[in-house]
């Protein structure tokens, strides 16, 4: 699938939608979800146009996944989360759920989270 530049995180990225940043980097890009599932609930994003985690780990190069990955832990310590965990979501694709067509980590934290996955 084509990466799709009006996608809502695409227009967060350009400035023509409004977001709460938690943290911004010249690569990445954390803001908190508009409906939010868990206390706190915070989205990370590449600020380079991958879809999903299929063409970001297809495309992007070994250092940009793992310092993507790096700053997607660094946020959750910042938030406060390592000491009592917290889940990370990546949802991909059709089968995976997912919604918005930019790649994107949840963190989910502040209280239990629950099963592993919802089941409904
Ligand atoms: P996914 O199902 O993994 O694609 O998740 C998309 C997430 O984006 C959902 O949790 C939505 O609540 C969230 N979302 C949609 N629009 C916005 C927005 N404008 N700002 C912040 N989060 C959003």
Redesign the pocket.
């Known amino acids: 699938m084509p990466y799709d530049t009006s996608n ?2 695409a227009r ?1 990225l350009r400035g023509e ?1 409004p ?1 709460t940043k938690v943290y911004e980097d010249d690569h990445v890009l954390a ?5 939010p ?1 868990a206390p706190v ?1 915070v ?1 990370v994003i590449p600020k380079q146009p991958f879809v999903s985690m299929d063409d970001f780990s297809r495309i992007a190069g070994p250092e940009e996944v793992g310092r993507f990955f790096k700053t997607v832990g660094e946020i959750a310590r910042e938030l406060g989360l390592a000491e009592n965990g917290y889940r990370l ?1 990546l ?1 991909i694709g059709g089968h ?5 067509p930019h790649i ?1 980590v ?1 963190i989910l934290g502040g209280r239990p989270i629950g099963p592993m996955v919802m089941v409904r």
């Open positions: 809502i995180f967060i939608l977001a803001f908190n979800d508009v409906a599932k609930h989205l979501i949802n995976g759920g997912q919604e918005v994107h949840h």
